[in-house]
């Protein structure tokens, strides 16, 4: 019973500021910078990559939504208390979904995302080919005539 | 009555629109038709028409004519009149209605001075020129009319939004909507040439200034709407890969191929399908960022699902016209012969790659930001931005830039590496000098390492084209490319150092308090409240230093608009020759002191000054090719005059 009673108080914890946001004031690291200068670089870093879910198509380091404050106070605990970058991506993914993140994963439902380029890479190289294979019959021609 | 006459106006001109279409069409036919003469007359008095039109809603924005609708819910009777004046643009039905007013200018001035090409082909070309103006009119009679009134009139207007109450977003989608719609004059030309089977040097040198003049406006409009995010967002960044960005991107991309495309087709009769297809292709981008921006898809594809109306109207054209180019592109383009061959070691081989190039990164920002929209649809959320734009379109990108350097050294049709050897040792060599230099020095990333060496390079590179030629007598053209290739140099500098250069400073501070970022030292002094006429703010007073220097004052402040409510950061810009302090002042915290946002961005102008000199790159080549024509124009004139004497003296 308590074993299950804890994550809930402590999910319930982190909703309750998320659903008040408007009229708390800020975290504290949501407008303050880590003192550790390495820190702060991959928590800048990261930040660039995440979607403020409030506004429209900007990261949680251009925004001065509420939530973004607060999604900028997470990143920046959690790279403090000595997670990677990459861990807390998955973490706020496991959160709010793949949509936070603007760096998308292989997977399923992104595929054709990374397939393009290469498609576009073979094509590109193709059309250059042909070129130069055409080159090379045109010589042929001209040392005919 | 201003407002009746403007909507009266704009019936008129959809009516001839609909002329013009017929005439048109019907004109390019082998037999003719009889309302030929008709055609020209009618789209010159549609420029006219849809001037007056637009000259009405203007008006009714500057006497805060509440009774008509759009006004009372875009405007206020207290906001500044600049600002009156661009509300008139700065909402959904006033753009559109700039949209066909631009477009219906166009349209007048081409009927107006294009006397080049064939009749037949002329006529296909305004057909098609009134084939699209005539599905924006009906798109802005049926359901966007901005002339609607509104009873009973209300007190006072709901005012603009805050971040629009700028002079930088004033003047930001005229000058991107004047390089949307000029692009409409090339597919014309394009679909002209197609229908008439005209796909000659001669169409690429009529359809080269409007791509030109489209191609530089667009440029400005995109370089503006980036410093504009850049100071008015008060985050410091200036360019986010959001869609409504790539959407002014992409029109861009394929601008700049079909600018370099159209070089070839008319120097040397070569790229002809290709031309057309990019001309297609062009537009297309232009509509299909309307769309994007227009049809409220952005905000959530559900959002557009609710209130269709608009969004499926302009769906409809978008296909009705893209669709039906490229429809006709297929059919035509086989009877299209090849233009004139050339060896890939050429100029024309080097235009291949940057359009082949320019191209693909076109096709990966089209995917990125319509693939999260086809996603959404099926309730799948994905986001796309920077961390994959950024290296995808570098794959393209910096082969591109490599080209760029070497491609106008080269000779038409074909030429050899060792006539070019000496100069490309030498770009090749300070390029990777400066490479080991800055990786000797500092530790950044892969990407801005390169961006930086290659811009230096490029820098060189982009004024190798005048070696050896008689400086005064060199034609504008060239000039023009010199500059503009400068312009890249300068602006991938600038992008590259205040990607890995940029300091960031975000602290709670009070007055008194020091604040050290980079080289600069920042005291603040006080903060006290400030008014304008239409908002209220809470004004920062820093003393700032570089490095020790003289005292510069910087203001940021953070307003309150109550005219629709909203909050907006004024920020303080102190700019130097190697970059710009950004000040932003945020909300008081709750100890009583104030979130200050700083940055130092060393040489952060430069991407502007870049833009600024590629668009400048293209008025000097514009100016030169017109330049070209009247003289031309005129010598022909005087040729044909001496002839008529001639044939006089010889009959008398």
């Given at each position: 019973m308590i074993r299950w009673l804890i994550p809930m108080l402590a999910a319930l914890a982190f909703i309750q500021p998320v659903s008040a946001q408007d009229r708390m004031p800020p975290a504290p690291y949501a407008y303050t910078q880590l003192d550790d200068p390495a820190l702060e670089e991959q928590a800048r870093e990261l930040m660039h990559t995440l979607r403020c879910l409030k506004c429209q198509s900007q990261s949680i380091a251009d925004s001065d939504a509420p939530m973004a404050g607060d999604m900028r106070h997470q990143v920046r605990t959690r790279i403090a208390a000595g997670e990677s970058p990459d861990q807390v991506r998955e973490w706020l993914i496991s959160r709010y979904g793949d949509y936070v993140s603007y760096e998308p994963q292989v997977s399923a439902t992104t595929w054709p995302l990374f397939v393009l380029p290469i498609v576009l890479l073979v094509l590109a190289g193709t059309v250059l080919m042909r070129r130069i294979g055409r080159r090379k019959g045109d010589d042929a021609v001209d040392d005919a005539a | 009555m201003i407002a009746e006459i403007g909507l009266a106006a704009l019936w008129l001109g959809a009516a001839l629109a609909v002329l013009q279409l017929l005439g048109g069409f019907l004109g390019a036919r082998e037999?003719?038709?009889?309302?030929?003469?008709?055609?020209?007359?009618?789209?010159?008095?549609?420029?006219?028409?849809?001037?007056?039109?637009?000259?009405?809603?203007?008006?009714?924005?500057?006497?805060?004519?509440?009774?008509?609708?759009?006004?009372?819910?875009?405007?206020?009777?207290?906001?500044?009149?600049?600002?009156?004046?661009?509300?008139?643009?700065?909402?959904?039905?006033?753009?559109?209605?700039?949209?066909?007013?631009?477009?219906?200018?166009?349209?007048?001035?081409?009927?107006?001075?294009?006397?080049?090409?064939?009749?037949?082909?002329?006529?296909?070309?305004?057909?098609?020129?009134?084939?699209?103006?005539?599905?924006?009119?009906?798109?802005?009679?049926?359901?966007?009319?901005?002339?609607?009134?509104?009873?009973?009139?209300?007190?006072?207007?709901?005012?603009?939004?805050?971040?629009?109450?700028?002079?930088?977003?004033?003047?930001?989608?005229?000058?991107?909507?004047?390089?949307?719609?000029?692009?409409?004059?090339?597919?014309?030309?394009?679909?002209?040439?197609?229908?008439?089977?005209?796909?000659?040097?001669?169409?690429?040198?009529?359809?080269?200034?409007?791509?030109?003049?489209?191609?530089?406006?667009?440029?400005?409009?995109?370089?503006?709407?980036?410093?504009?995010?850049?100071?008015?967002?008060?985050?410091?960044?200036?360019?986010?890969?959001?869609?409504?960005?790539?959407?002014?991107?992409?029109?861009?991309?394929?601008?700049?191929a079909l600018l370099h495309s159209a070089s070839v087709l008319a120097a040397r009769d070569a790229l002809r399908t290709w031309t057309i297809m990019l001309g297609v292709i062009a537009f297309s981008m232009s509509m299909l960022g309307t769309f994007l921006v227009r049809s409220g898809i952005l905000t959530s594809v559900h959002a557009f699902a609710v209130d269709p109306e608009r969004g499926s109207f302009i769906l409809i054209l978008l296909a009705l016209y893209i669709g039906g180019a490229l429809v006709l592109f297929a059919l035509r383009a086989s009877t299209i012969a090849e233009g004139e061959r050339f060896a890939l070691f050429s100029r024309e081989g080097a235009l291949v790659v940057n359009n082949v190039a320019l191209s693909s990164i076109l096709g990966i920002v089209l995917l990125g930001t319509l693939y999260p929209l086809l996603t959404e649809a099926f309730d799948v959320r994905v986001s796309v931005g920077p961390p994959y734009f950024n290296p995808v379109s570098a794959i393209f990108f910096l082969p591109m830039l490599a080209i760029l350097a070497v491609g106008p050294l080269l000779r038409w049709r074909t030429d050899s590496f060792r006539r070019i050897r000496l100069p490309v040792i030498i770009i090749a060599v300070v390029t990777i000098a400066v490479l080991a230099l800055v990786l000797a020095l500092t530790e950044i990333g892969i990407l801005p390492l390169l961006g930086l060496a290659m811009s230096v390079g490029i820098a060189i590179a982009s004024f190798m084209p005048l070696r050896g030629r008689n400086i005064l007598r060199t034609p504008l053209p060239i000039w023009g490319m010199c500059v503009a290739h400068f312009g890249v140099a300068v602006a991938l500098f600038g992008v590259a150092a205040d990607t890995a250069f940029q300091q960031e400073r975000l602290v709670a501070a009070s007055p008194g308090d020091v604040i050290e970022i980079g080289p600069w030292e920042a005291r603040m002094t006080s903060v006290s409240p400030v008014a304008g006429p239409n908002w209220t703010a809470m004004q920062g007073d820093l003393l700032v230093s570089y490095e020790g220097g003289p005292v510069r004052d910087a203001h940021p402040q953070a307003r309150s608009f109550w005219a629709p409510q909203g909050e907006t950061s004024e920020v303080a810009l102190l700019t130097r020759w190697n970059g710009q302090l950004y000040v932003a002042l945020g909300n008081m915290a709750d100890d009583g002191r104030w979130q200050l946002r700083l940055w130092w961005k060393p040489f952060v102008t430069y991407i502007w000054y870049g833009g600024l000199l590629i668009a400048f790159g293209g008025m000097l080549a514009l100016l030169g090719r017109v330049i070209g024509d009247v003289r031309r124009r005129s010598a022909e004139l005087r040729e044909d005059r001496r002839r008529a004497d001639e044939a006089e003296l010889a009959a008398s």
């Open positions: - | 037999q003719g038709s009889e309302l030929t003469p008709l055609v020209r007359p009618a789209a010159m008095l549609q420029a006219l028409l849809c001037a007056v039109s637009f000259g009405a809603l203007v008006y009714a924005f500057a006497v805060t004519d509440l009774s008509v609708e759009l006004v009372a819910t875009h405007s206020h009777s207290m906001k500044p009149l600049a600002f009156k004046l661009s509300g008139a643009w700065a909402n959904h039905e006033g753009s559109m209605l700039l949209w066909i007013t631009v477009m219906a200018l166009a349209g007048g001035l081409i009927a107006l001075i294009e006397h080049r090409l064939p009749s037949r082909m002329m006529m296909a070309t305004l057909g098609a020129q009134a084939f699209v103006a005539v599905g924006f009119y009906l798109f802005i009679l049926l359901s966007s009319n901005p002339f609607k009134r509104l009873s009973p009139v209300p007190a006072d207007g709901n005012g603009l939004n805050p971040l629009l109450q700028d002079m930088g977003v004033s003047f930001h989608p005229p000058t991107l909507y004047i390089g949307y719609v000029g692009l409409s004059v090339a597919f014309s030309f394009a679909v002209g040439a197609l229908l008439t089977r005209n796909v000659t040097p001669e169409f690429a040198r009529v359809m080269r200034p409007w791509v030109l003049g489209s191609w530089i406006f667009l440029t400005i409009g995109i370089a503006a709407g980036s410093y504009w995010a850049y100071y008015e967002l008060g985050w410091g960044g200036w360019w986010f890969w959001d869609p409504v960005e790539n959407a002014s991107l992409m029109p861009w991309l394929a601008a700049t």
